[in-house]
Structures are given as C-alpha cells and as structure tokens.
C-alpha cells in the first residue's frame, strides 16, 4: 500500500520556469490538499479538492494551479516559478469526515534560483 | 484571519523530565489535530481531537482540547530522545480538508 506519492522529491528551476508537482494516493480518499512549509511558518494550505472536478483556493493560492481529473491524482503545477516559491512542498489525503486524519506525502523540496 | 499559535517554538528538555506545549487558536473549531515531524520526513498523524474536554494518550504523550478556551495541550511524560522532533498542532475548519498549522514546536530531549 503505497499511501500517497509524490514526485520528484527535489526539484531546481529557474525563476520563470514552469512545472508541474504530482501527487497521487491508492486510498481512493475523496479529499486532497496542497501545502507549502516554509521555515518557521508551520505548513499553508495552498488549494484543495473534495473530489474529481472539484478545486478550491486555500490560504496561498497565488501563482499556483490545481485540477483533479480523477480521484487519485492531484497535481500542482507552477506557470512561472519565483524565488518565493522555494520551499517544501506536501500533498495530503483523506476521506471525508470530523473523525479522519489526513495523510502526508514524503514532501517535494523545491529551490527556485 | 485565522492563527494557529503554538508555544514554546523551541524545547530543550532533559530526558525525564515533563512538558507541555500549547496551541491558541482563533476560530471556533472543534477539530484538533496533532502531527509529528522528523527532519526530513513527512508529517504524522498523533492525535484527533474532536470535542471539548477530548483526552488523547499514546505513550508519553497526551493531548487534550479545551474548544471554549480555543486551546490544545500536548503534554509529555517522563520524556526520552525518540521524543525529539518537531510537533505541530493544525486546526481543521472543514471536515477533514482544510488544515491551519501552528509553527511548530522543535522538541530537543537532552541525555
């Protein structure tokens, strides 16, 4: 059981460059989330999904864009990547429900030169 | 806006001895959550904490929620150095979806 997945683990790019964070989980769980953690800022919620089709805009949106085609996929793509986007880059998954704890990826540690 | 405010930000502590580490929050919620982070690694899920006067224990730790004080503790017994890590308390405004996380403890337990 896999759980989620993230790929790649470590990304460089140049600012301005575009690319695109994958994120999948095998749980079949309805919800996905993005976030960012930064040093000494705990983690962000950058958008999220309550299912397949279904996208919205969490605390820091900007300059970031999300789908969700199927259930199990939720990438995050970066149109024009900027120094302020370097950071450490986690997806999370869960069933619906007061009672359901979120699962965490392994993390994309991303630096934007 | 909603804040999530943890304190201390960082524990040294030595092994035996006991702690807490709090987590104000601003909104009216009655869903806590806590995490363990390792460096380098992803997040853990501790505990759910889901009404007032809930009451976790797992080990050495124990967590608790007071939702009329917008407060969680995260008390730790008799502490050893697998302990050490960083502990981050997260506030769930909608059903298991939308996650808003303190800054984190950095937990150092000392021989």
């Known amino acids: 059981n896999a759980g989620v997945t993230q790929t790649p683990k470590f990304q460089v790019l140049k600012t301005g460059q575009s690319m695109t964070l994958q994120c999948a989980q095998d749980?079949?769980?309805?919800?996905m989330s993005w976030y960012r953690q930064d040093p000494g800022m705990g983690l962000r919620l950058i958008h999220y999904s309550v299912g397949a089709g279904i996208t919205d805009q969490g605390e820091v949106p900007n300059g970031y864009n999300v789908s969700r085609s199927t259930t199990e996929d939720f990438p995050l793509r970066l149109l024009s990547a900027a120094p302020s986007q370097t950071s450490v880059y986690f997806c999370a998954s869960s069933y619906p429900g007061t009672h359901q704890r979120a699962f965490f990826g392994q993390g994309t540690r991303l630096t934007v030169v | 806006e909603l804040k999530v405010e943890q304190n201390p930000l960082f524990l040294s502590m030595q092994e035996g001895k006991n702690y807490t580490i709090y987590c104000n929050y601003s909104t009216t919620s009655d869903r806590l959550y806590w995490y363990r982070q390792d460096p380098g690694k992803s997040l853990e899920s501790l505990f759910v904490l889901l009404s007032n006067g809930a009451v976790k224990q797992e080990g050495r730790l124990m967590a608790s929620l007071d939702t009329k004080a917008r407060l969680s503790t995260l008390h730790i017994t008799a502490a050893v150095h697998d302990l050490s890590a960083t502990y981050f308390c997260a506030v769930d405004i909608s059903s298991g979806n939308q996650f808003y996380f303190g800054t984190g403890t950095s937990l150092t337990v000392i021989p």
């Open positions: 749980m079949n769980h309805e919800y």
